[in-house]
């Protein structure tokens, strides 16, 4: 569950020249600032099931704001709703397939929300609702918020983790530093927030 040091990249100091310490206390001033090397960050890398918590409740949150969204678009133009029977994969795959402009609509409109919420929440803040409620942070290789332009990186990655049967994601578990895919590709970290 700990990374000795999740946050290497970029400082030029190696693993073993950083000393012995707690993984999950900071080093020692003169230990961390060694001529003109950066500091290092001792973190504690978050796990699998932890981290797909928080994940579920972001889904959760955007789901229903993105459904309340689109089911008040649609009595506002007069659009016939689906009942609970009709609804499903195939409903929305058939409203796909026949190009039907709300289907279209509501699926833009959670993609749009959840990378809206992603961005915003988790590069520019750090945390999002499910993170925080989960004491988990997002940082970058150096150790702050990953902010907008690796945010938007870390998303798209993020729906390629998705893509892949959510393979992507069970990387994490294998990692020696509990990276998932998309952490790899954007220079992320999902740590425990200590503070």
């Given amino acids: 569950m700990t990374s000795y040091a999740a ?74 709703l689906p009942t609970a029977k009709e609804f499903g994969p195939d409903f929305v795959m058939a409203g796909l397939l026949d190009r039907n402009p709300m289907v279209a609509g509501a699926l833009g409109l959670l993609l749009g929300m959840s990378a809206l919420y992603q961005v915003y929440l988790g590069g520019i803040l750090g945390q999002t609702v499910g993170k925080h409620l989960f004491g988990l942070r997002v940082i970058s290789s150096q150790g702050q918020a990953p902010g ?32 998932a895919l998309h ?7 999902v740590i425990l927030d200590e503070r």
Avoid: N
């Fill in 7 to 80: 946050v290497l990249e970029g400082t030029g100091v190696q693993p073993e020249a950083a000393g012995t310490p707690s993984p999950a206390r900071p080093l020692p001033e003169a230990a961390r600032t060694r001529g003109r090397e950066k500091p290092i960050l001792r973190v504690r890398a978050a796990g699998f099931p932890r981290r797909m918590a928080a994940a579920f409740v972001d889904l959760l949150l955007v789901a229903l704001v993105s459904t309340a969204a689109a089911t008040g678009a649609a009595l506002a133009l007069g659009v016939h």
């Fill in 148 to 179: 907008p332009l690796l945010a938007c990186v870390r998303f798209a990655t993020m729906t390629l983790s998705l893509s892949l049967a959510g393979l992507g994601f069970l990387w994490c578990i294998f990692d020696r530093e509990r990276r």
């Fill in 183 to 189: 952490d790899h590709l954007s220079g992320t970290y």
